[in-house]
Each structure stands twice: as C-alpha cells, then as structure tokens.
C-alpha cells in the first residue's frame, strides 16, 4: 500500500488562500492524482485531478479559483486554491492511481477551514 503524503492545510479567511501539497512516500509514479473533500455531513466530491499528460479536470464550484499542477520530476501534485469561501471547509484528500475517477490511494486527509 503506498503512502501519499500531503501537507499545506490550515485556517484561512475567506478570500484567502492556500495551498496543498502530496507526494508518495516511496518512489512510485501515478499516471492521475487528484484532490477529493468531505465536509461535515456532505458525500465525498472530486475538486480537482489532473493526469501526467497534464489533463485536468475541475468540480464547477472550484473552476476559476482552485488550480491544480503537477511536477512529474519530484512526483508531487499541488492543489493551489484562491478566493476561499466558508463553503470550502472540509477535508481535504489527495488521491492516486490510473484514473481521476476512480483513485487506488488515498492520503489521509488535510483540514482547510475557511472563515467568514
């Protein structure tokens, strides 16, 4: 089982911005890594993936403010996200494996608050 490793999370104003970071723990490369959240009492959603061709793929909510890149040499994705709104609190996953759709690893999750 690989281990994706994600860090950047954190409390934020609305409007504000941050962003995350994942990589694998070992030296395995994912051909699609995404970024997956679950807020309080709401179905786990795709924000944002992109493939190693550069592909991506973005949630309607987040289009225009979240960005999501990839460094295929260090094998790490970023999910850059700007213009924070309350309603993007959640958890935050990084996710891997031959599809944005349909991951075969999942971190464990990083925390984004946004307050208004």
């Known amino acids: 089982q690989v281990e994706l490793v994600e860090s950047g999370g954190g409390l934020v104003q609305a409007g504000g911005s941050l962003r995350l970071s994942c990589a694998p723990s070992g030296s395995i490369s994912f051909n699609a890594m995404g970024w997956y959240r679950q807020a309080p009492g709401k179905m786990r959603e795709l924000v944002a993936g992109i493939t190693r061709g550069g592909n991506t793929v973005y949630a309607d909510s987040v289009k225009g403010r979240f960005t999501i890149s990839r460094d295929n040499a260090k094998n790490t994705a970023y999910l850059q996200m700007n213009s924070l709104k309350p309603e993007d609190t959640a958890v935050y996953y990084c996710?891997?494996?031959?599809?944005?759709?349909?991951?075969?690893?999942w971190g464990r999750g990083t925390q984004v608050t946004v307050s208004s």
């Open positions: 996710t891997a494996g031959v599809s944005i759709s349909r991951p075969s690893s």
